[in-house]
């Protein structure tokens, strides 16, 4: 089992969760013009309720904070309020165009540029000056065609270990 820390992981519906077990780590880095994911509507939603809660993926907003997984594929992530130590906060959110899924690697180089894209505009410094790292959660060919899941969830995260607040106009 890897963490976010050092992998990309996926998202997968509840319904499917048993299945999940086929698939590896994305991969892949190129880009991809006409899979550039389009800006969504960026709301901020409320932290968690508690250490220890459990969301699904698919309800994981922008604002949210939560801790590490394990696992190369996940339904539910641990959420926690952000004023409390945690290792991610949602930054963004993109929704990736099209009715056929793409491909695993075509849908990780849009999570790459796309969450890399907008790093700056919530860190407050461009991701290859700051000392933050950023990781995402993708949609997988099952949570695509069965849970119409086009939605990559940017996190932000500091390598160095949990953080206690946003990191939002962190400028680190």
Not at 82 to 104: I, K, N, Q, R, T
Request: aromatic share 6%; charged share 20%; net charge negative.
């Amino acid at each position: 089992m890897t963490s976010l820390r050092s992998t990309r992981v996926r998202r997968i519906s509840l319904t499917v969760a048993a299945l999940a077990i086929a698939g590896g780590v994305l991969a892949g880095c190129s880009a991809i013009s006409d899979l550039f994911p389009k800006q969504s509507d960026q709301e901020t939603a409320t932290p968690g309720a508690g250490e220890g809660s459990e969301t699904d993926v698919y309800d994981l907003a922008v604002g949210d904070c939560m801790n590490d997984v394990t696992a190369e594929t996940v339904s539910s992530v641990p959420i926690v309020p952000c004023s409390e130590s945690h290792d991610y906060e949602v930054y963004y959110e993109l929704e990736l165009p099209g009715a056929e899924f793409p491909g695993e690697d075509a849908v990780t180089a849009a999570a790459e540029q796309g969450c890399a894209a907008q790093f700056e505009a919530f860190a407050g410094i461009p991701y290859d000056s700051s000392a933050l790292n950023y990781s995402y959660l993708t949609p997988t060919e099952q949570s695509w065609t069965e849970m119409d899941d086009h939605v990559v969830s940017c996190l932000i995260l500091d390598m160095d270990g949990q953080v206690s607040g946003t990191l939002q106009g962190a400028a680190r």
